[in-house]
Every structure is written in C-alpha cells, then in structure tokens.
C-alpha cells in the first residue's frame, strides 16, 4: 500500500518542476515551434492540417520525451547527490512511498507539460475542422502513456544510478526498446549460442514496446483508434509501470545512503 | 526509564566479502539515557556519522542490533519520535523557509493547518522569520543550520540528533545553538549531539562516548570520566627569577612563566602549605590555588591521541 507522504511528495516534485526553469522553458519552446507551424501552415493551402498535426504531434513527442527523461532523472538521484536525502528519510516516510512519490509528481509534472502543446493542437484541429478533435486526445493521452512508462523506467534506474547515468541510460532503453525487433531478430540469425537469442527474447519481453504508444499517423490521416486498442495499451502501460516501479522501489529498499 | 537509544555490538563493515573490509565501526554496545544531553565524540573518520546513519536506518548494520525510543533501528516508529540535523544541511534551494518547514511537517504526518502554524512557530524560534520571503538558496550558512535545526524539531521530536549543530555558526550563534539545547533538555527532550567543538560538548552534555578508529574507548558521565586528579595549580606573581628558585626545591613541581603571571603546577596536595610559604619567601604574591581539574579535551587527546591517531 501506498501512504499518504507519497502524495506530499508528489506535490513538492510539481511545485519544483514549476520553480525550476528547465520545465517552463521546454514547454515554451514546444508551444512556439507548434504555434510557428500552425501560421506557416496557414498560408500553404491543400495539405496544411495534416502537416500541422503531423509537426505538432512530433513536437509533443520530442519535447515530452526529453522533459521526462530530465525531470525523472533528476528527482531520486538528485535527491540522494544533493544529500537533501537525509532530511527527507530522518522523517517517518517509508522508502517506497518516497520512490512512488517522486514517480507521481513527475507523472503529473509531465502531463501539465504536454496539455499546453496539446491544447494548441486541439484548438486548431477544431478551428481549421481538421479532424476528430476526439482522435487528437486519444493520441496524446497514449503519448502520455508512453512518457509514464519511460519515467517508471528512469525510477528504477535512478533507484542504483546517479542523475547522469540515469539519464543516458534511460535514453539508451528508450532507443533499444524501438530497436529491439531488429536486434532480437539480427541475434536468431546471427547468433549461435541458445543462451544469446534467449538473452535477446528476454530483453524483448522486457523492454516495453513504446511503437504501441504511437498512433500520429492514424491522426495525421484521420484514422480511427478503436477505444479498445486504447483500454488495452492503458492495461499494457499499467502493468509496465508497475513492474518498473516495483524494481526501483525493491532497489532503493536496500540501497545504502 | 528504560534509555532512548540502545545498541549492542553494533558493527559496520564497508566492501565485499573478498575485498579488504574497511570497518567504519567494530562492536558498538551503547546506552543513551532519556532526557540527557548525550555528546558523542571522536576524530574524523571514527565511525560518529557511521552510527548515526545506523540509528536512522539509513545504513544497515553489518552485526549488532538496537533500538531507538524503543522501536528498531530505523523504523518509521522510531522516526516519527525523532528529529536529526545532518552535518551542513542541505535543502530544496527553490522553497522558502515555511514552505520548507511546512513539507517536513507534512511528512510527519502533519495536517497541512498545524505544519504551518509548527512551521512559524519554529522559524521565530530560530530567527529566521524576518527571512520568510527568501528562497534557501539565498541563506547563509549560519540560516541554513539554524534552518536545519528547525526542521528536526518540527515534529516535536522525544528525541534530537544532531551531527554538528554549532558548524558555520558565528560566536553568537553557537551560544543561541547552547542554548536551545538546554533548552530541548529543560523540555525533557533527549538530545544527541556529535560534535568536534569539545568546550561546547563539556558545557552542555551530561553524558559522553568517545569513539576512535570505530571502537568505543570510553563513555560514561562527564565528572565521572575527567575525575579528579591530585595536581594542584597555583597562579602567583612576583619576581621569576625568585620564584622558580624557591619553588624549585619543591619535588615535581612544574613551573609555567605568562606575561602577567607564574603557573606552578604540584603533583600532590600536600605540596600546597610548602609552595605557600615559598612563594611568601620569593617575595610574590598569591592569585589563585585552584585543584588541577582535567578538561574534555585533555581526556580526548589522552585517549585519542594526536593527529595521527596514537593515544599518548
């Protein structure tokens, strides 16, 4: 169970993102480059929406990505290189629900930093007619999904590593997670030893697969996402977050400080 | 009254089984009675912070066990009933001082109406509250540790451990940080304080342990542990020259000529009438006659050693 300082901590993780100005100025500039293509966009008549959503879609991508990977990064192992660690744990908070904390504030530092760039999507989407204002949120809201998932990551690294190599190896999962078809694939040819392709399945299994988070082409070409793909991948990323937070907070249990 | 902390055979060893073991600290067995003021001692390096990461439960131990208000090492029990100030505090640069002390008191479990009411309160206490508007970032080192005292009193702890309260603090804010933890004892308040400043520690505790190279060389109360010893110091005036001849003859006698004053220094009480009556002879005349009365920091040297580490 999770207790009630989980929640303080959570709000202090929103009140620092909102302080620090690393997060305000990432959504500023997402919302400048999407508004910037929303005008240009505006004078290119015939495939204009279409390319606005596609831009803004990756702009929201992009930019969420990176505000995750920074602001998760940075909250456990910050906590403990910034020695602010000591102050925290001498009160009587368990381990784990500084951990979910720390995951819960991020989660919502992240989701007040993409409903700004969503919001100007939506509003053109809706001004221009350019689509189901209704696909949009779906889209977005799976992105979201995404980001939760790659910060559950980032806490379970962060539980063993410091910020930076927190950082660089939550990028490094996110980047073998798009390529891990490929790598699994490349090791059943390639390799001989049974222990190496079950290695590469295991990681397959493991990774989570953040392609199931992307649906900015149906968007762009104003498919339908069926409510079904979305409860199941909500299903898909709980069950990830979960496993990830129960490793950091598993980790972090027996971490000396 | 059963005592507020209390390990046996406490033992932490740092590395792994095949590598060479540095030992932070051997076989630890420890009580700290309730509403003293304890102070625990040692050189760098001893194994001071080492236990009191231990007592937190920040560390586990490697042997031993104990408790903490009677709860074990550690647990959230123990940590609702204490409060700690880390050595140099370090703090969320981005809140304010009540915002900072209202979090703190959140996590104690706190309703967010008392967390600020104990959040002023404290910030009057330790004389910050003309500073409210200011971000930590912009405290003074002194602010920061006053700040920190703050914070581990906002739950309104049974017990206080401090690592270092009086570092960064002027002349004055030592003497404010004495003062509180007199204060914290009248209140019947269990306060244990690591220090390095040994005036301070002999002013204040009731109680002392000193540690080195992880073990403990000695604990106990501090009259018990200084005694007292048979020397006498005499403090005269008058000629030196005159003085040093006529109390020279006395056996043992030590003599230390000042600016403004002779010491002489006796090895025995019986000394004192002969040393009297020479100085009287020498022409000079009597400041004081006081017993020779060994010093905390003479006893930490004595058991300590230098700064080498060897016990002279």
Redesign the interface.
């Known amino acids: 169970m999770i207790g009630?300082?989980a929640l303080?901590?959570a709000r202090?993780v929103l009140?620092?993102a909102g302080?620090?100005r690393t997060l305000p100025v990432f959504v500023f500039f997402g919302c400048a480059i999407i508004l910037s293509t929303a005008f240009l966009s505006f004078f290119q008549l015939g495939v204009e929406i279409k390319f606005f959503k596609d831009v803004a879609m990756t702009v929201i991508f992009l930019f969420g990505m990176v505000t995750t990977v920074v602001l998760t990064s940075t909250q456990l192992s910050g906590e403990v290189e910034?020695?602010?660690i000591?102050?925290?744990?001498?009160?009587?908070?368990?381990r784990r629900d500084l951990v979910v904390g720390k995951y819960l504030g991020s989660v919502a530092a992240i989701a007040l930093a993409v409903a700004p760039m969503a919001g100007i999507l939506v509003f053109f989407v809706f001004t221009d007619r350019g689509g189901s204002v209704l696909e949009v949120l779906k889209a977005t809201y799976l992105l979201w999904l995404a980001f939760s998932v790659l910060a559950a990551v980032a806490v379970a690294i962060a539980s063993f590593a410091t910020s930076i190599v927190c950082a660089a190896l939550t990028v490094l999962a996110f980047v073998v997670s798009y390529l891990k078809g490929a790598v699994t694939a490349y090791l059943a040819l390639t390799v001989r030893a049974a222990l190496a392709v079950y290695a590469g399945q295991a990681l397959y299994y493991l990774l989570p697969n953040f392609e199931n988070f992307n649906t900015r082409t149906a968007v762009v070409h104003d498919e339908i996402v069926p409510w079904a793909y979305v409860g199941r991948t909500s299903l898909y990323a709980l069950a990830l977050v979960a496993l990830f937070l129960f490793i950091g907070t598993q980790v972090f249990e027996?971490r000396?400080? | 009254m059963p005592p507020v902390i209390s390990v046996q055979g406490l033992t932490k060893r740092y590395g792994g089984p095949r590598s060479r073991d540095k030992v932070a600290l051997q076989d630890l067995t420890l009580d700290v009675p309730a509403g003293e003021i304890f102070g625990f001692l040692g050189p760098n390096g001893a194994g001071k912070t080492t236990t009191i990461k231990l007592l937190l439960g920040l560390i586990a131990p490697t042997a031993g066990t104990g408790t903490v208000l009677g709860c074990p090492l550690g647990s959230v029990e123990a940590r609702r009933r204490l409060g700690f100030l880390p050595e140099s505090p370090y703090f969320y640069e981005y809140l304010r001082g009540p915002e900072l002390l209202a979090y703190y008191g959140r996590l104690c479990g706190l309703g967010r109406a008392e967390s600020r009411r104990r959040a002023e309160a404290l910030l009057r206490q330790v004389g910050l509250w003309e500073s409210r508007h200011l971000h930590v970032r912009k405290y003074s080192r002194g602010m920061l540790q006053r700040l920190g005292l703050a914070q581990a009193l906002i739950n309104d702890p049974d017990l206080v451990i401090l690592d270092e309260p009086a570092g960064g603090l002027d002349p004055i804010g030592r003497r404010e940080m004495r003062d509180a933890l007199l204060q914290l004892r009248d209140q019947g308040k269990t306060v244990f304080l690591s220090s390095h400043i040994l005036a301070e520690v002999e002013t204040v505790c009731d109680r002392v342990a000193i540690l080195h190279r992880g073990r403990l060389v000695a604990t106990g109360r501090i009259g018990e542990l200084l005694g007292g010893t048979h020397e006498m110091e005499l403090t005269v005036r008058g000629s030196d020259g005159a003085l040093a001849g006529h109390l020279g003859r006395l056996p043992g006698v030590a003599i230390r000529h000042g600016t403004d004053a002779t010491v002489v220094v006796l090895p025995a009480q019986h000394l004192v009438y002969q040393a009297i009556d020479a100085v009287r002879e020498a022409g000079g005349e009597i400041v004081s006659v006081l017993p020779k009365r060994e010093r905390l920091e003479d006893l930490f040297v004595r058991l300590v050693g230098t700064p080498g580490g060897t016990p002279s």
Do not use: C
Not at chain 1, 86 to 94: E, F, H, T
């Open positions: 009630a300082p303080v901590v202090q009140v620092e302080r620090r910034s020695r602010t000591y102050n925290v744990l001498s009160k009587p908070i368990r027996e000396e400080l």
